[in-house]
């Protein structure tokens, strides 16, 4: 038997998943905004193109998005963490699978980034429709992970 956490532990820890998720959803918007640009940068022409270069959009891009990578599979797991430490099981629930079904995701959308760097279209095609489906279903995440906090409230 492990040691065991003082209740009021057990207790705070259950608000760190849902902070941190709603930071990496302000996140993941940003990200697609900068991902948005990258694409404008490379089909803008002349003057405009220039201008967009010095966004440097495609390098910020990148940097955000390792850092939503590795946010969010560490915050996954954690989410999964707390509810076991608090439950002694996990609850198999729509946020559970669709929670593994975004970290399976995330892992796809990175992987190709090599394969978009060497300028394939496919890449980059896959990258968009993954990263679009993540931003959708992340809107489902924020609805029922806001039901789970109502009623980890209401039973406290
Ligand atoms: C919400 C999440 C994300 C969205 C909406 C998103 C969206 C996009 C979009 C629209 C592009 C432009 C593709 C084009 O040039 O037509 C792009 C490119 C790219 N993305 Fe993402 N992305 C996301 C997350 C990530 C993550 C997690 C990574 C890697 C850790 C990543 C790495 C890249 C790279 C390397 C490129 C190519 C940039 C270049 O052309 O140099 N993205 N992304
Ligand atoms: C956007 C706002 C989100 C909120 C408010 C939220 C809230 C919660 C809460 C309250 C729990 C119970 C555990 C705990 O108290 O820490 C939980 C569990 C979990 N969350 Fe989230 N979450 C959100 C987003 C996400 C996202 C984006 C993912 C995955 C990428 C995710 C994956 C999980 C997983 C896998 C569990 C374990 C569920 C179980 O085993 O029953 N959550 N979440």
Redesign the pocket.
Known sequence: MSPELSTSVKYW???????L??V??VFSIYAAYLGLQVQRTRNAQGEEKKELIKGRYNLRHYQIGSILLAL??T??????A???I??G?????P??L???G??SL?AFSAALSPYMQKGANWARATHILINFTLLG??AW??V???Q??Q??LTKA
């Open positions: 820890l259950n608000f760190f998943h849902p902070v998720m709603w990496l959803l969010m599979v915050g996954a797991i954690g989410g999964m707390v509810t076991y608090n439950n099981k996990l609850f198999v629930q946020h559970l669709a929670g593994l975004m970290t995330i279903l992340f995440q924020a029922t992970g806001v789970i906090v009623r980890i």
